[in-house]
């Protein structure tokens, strides 16, 4: 073995300690609700928690409407930007990238003051218009991950060709949108939709700040009042980024093969 | 021909008039829920309550409460990004020019991918689970080694434990950004250094770190933003015993310590500056990188 080869095992095995010893912790600690022997009860007591059920599915529901909006939001425009205004592409690129240098909790502190009860659109007003402000502001924190990954699904298709062999067979916007660009760019949107996905299900700051009881709320009510069960929730929620991750890699490498046979 | 010349812009004006329905809603979507709330804050910070233009709630930061709470924020994120970089490089380092085995490389990178996005309420469980007082560490310590870790000063609800938590995150991103700069170092420098007679240290501070530091200074920035911005995880892990700058935004707006909305403006619009002008190094060093990595 090479002294290189002794470093960077040395740096490998001292970053899987401290990568992993978290995540042994967070499961070991999580199986010892019950005295003396490793038990999944603290998992038992999480799952048929109706809170955790009412909140889990609430969050489900909000990633999944929240990706509804991306798609809607950022397919066409990235489309139209490739097609027709070229020009654009700095500044939706600026405006895309925002979200990732304005920290969230500035963007939920904006919409308290503009859409509050006294406002000219009072979202904070009522049960639907603050779902509707939550909604908008995961569709903003997902911006930058999913325009970035339709927009690099565009550049691999010839949207100029499609369009024009569509438009000769008398589609409209609507239906070439929605029946060749969205398909060509399938994979791309689901990267940027799993991300998605990852993001908003344990998010805290909007929902806590916006009085939405969500999952990531109902987290940090129960690392606040509970022991063990804060554990489970923590495992759940790993394995929730885990699966999201590995199927973007997932639906990448198929993508890879599918051109490549192509 | 003069026919066709006088039906063809017609002929593109609704269509060009539909292009622009396309991407309409994207700006007025982003106008509303993105730059209009933001502007607002930043109007606020210059404006008291009556509506006049001053610098009283900038000035209102100077406190020593708000500014030792910049102050921790700073520290806490510079610390983070200065130690997410270099021990993100070192393992970058390590899975690029160390020989390792392709799979071990894969497997870091696919799980570097997993660990900068768990960050957030998870992770502070994960934390106190693992260093709190009863946790896996702090027992396995005790009761193998006889170390006692909280008697020694130890306390994961502290800067030092909120600092190791965002390592969590902090250096699987770099990691991630810094490896493919890694991988574009050309073989070729190397053998030319070694040619002419460099050795590896001589190698690295005079041809590798050059090219490399627009990147290494730009993620630094990178993950200085990063953790400035990050809120979830440290009230998950503190509650609000350690105010740092978000933490103290975030109970001012939930009106739990003073009801000043001016100065929670001016607490956001500091929080603003410091994350742009971090953005903004590290676009502007990235645009420099990139030169060489074509």
Known sequence: MTGKQLWSWLAVVFAGLYFLLPLVGMFDFSMRMQRGVYSFEAYRIVLADPQFQQTFGYSVALALLTIVIGILLVVPTAYFVRLRFPGLRPAIEFITLLPLVIPPIVIVFGYIRIYNTSSVLPLTGSWWGTNILLLCGYAVLSLPYMYRSVDTGLRTIDIASLTEAAQSLGAGWARILAVVILPNVFVSVLSGAFLTFAIVIGEYVFAALLNVNSFGPYMVWMGGNRAYEPSALAVVAFVITWACMGLIQLFTRFSKFSTARR | ?294
Request: proline share 5%; glycine share 8%.
């Open chain 2, 1 to 294: 021909m003069t026919t066709i010349a006088l039906s063809l812009p017609s002929a593109r004006q609704p269509r060009q008039m539909l292009s622009w329905l396309g991407v309409a809603p994207f700006f007025l979507f982003a106008l509303l829920f993105l730059i209009l709330p933001t502007l607002n804050i930043v109007v606020g910070a210059f404006r008291n309550p009556q509506g006049q233009v001053t610098l009283e709630n900038l000035g209102k930061l100077l406190s020593p409460s708000i500014r030792s709470a910049f102050w921790i924020s700073i520290e806490l994120s510079l610390l983070t990004a200065v130690l997410g970089c270099l021990f993100g490089f070192l393992i970058a380092a390590a899975i690029t020019l160390g020989d390792l085995p392709r799979p071990l490389r894969n497997a870091i990178l696919t799980f570097s991918g997993v660990a900068s996005n768990f960050a957030g309420v998870p992770l502070a469980f994960a934390f106190i689970a693992t260093l709190g007082r009863l946790g896996f560490v702090t027992m396995l310590l005790r009761n193998w080694f006889g170390i006692n870790l909280y008697g020694s000063g130890f306390n994961i609800v502290s800067f030092l434990g909120l600092a190791l938590t965002y390592l969590y995150f902090q250096i699987p991103l770099m990691v991630l950004i810094i490896t493919p700069a890694l991988e574009g170092l050309k073989r070729e420098w190397r053998e030319a250094a070694e040619s002419l007679g460099a050795s590896g240290a001589q190698y690295w501070r005079l041809v590798a770190l050059p090219v490399l530091w627009p990147s290494l200074l730009g993620t630094l920035a990178l993950l200085f933003a990063n953790a400035f911005g990050a809120v979830a995880t440290a009230i998950a892990l503190t509650g609000s015993s350690l105010s740092i700058a978000p933490i103290v935004l975030f109970a001012q707006i939930r009106g739990d310590v003073l009801n000043d909305p001016h100065l929670g403006y001016a607490i956001a619009f500091a929080m603003i500056v410091l994350t742009a002008i971090a953005n903004g190094i590290y676009i502007l060093l990235r645009m420099r990188a990139e030169r060489w990595l074509k």
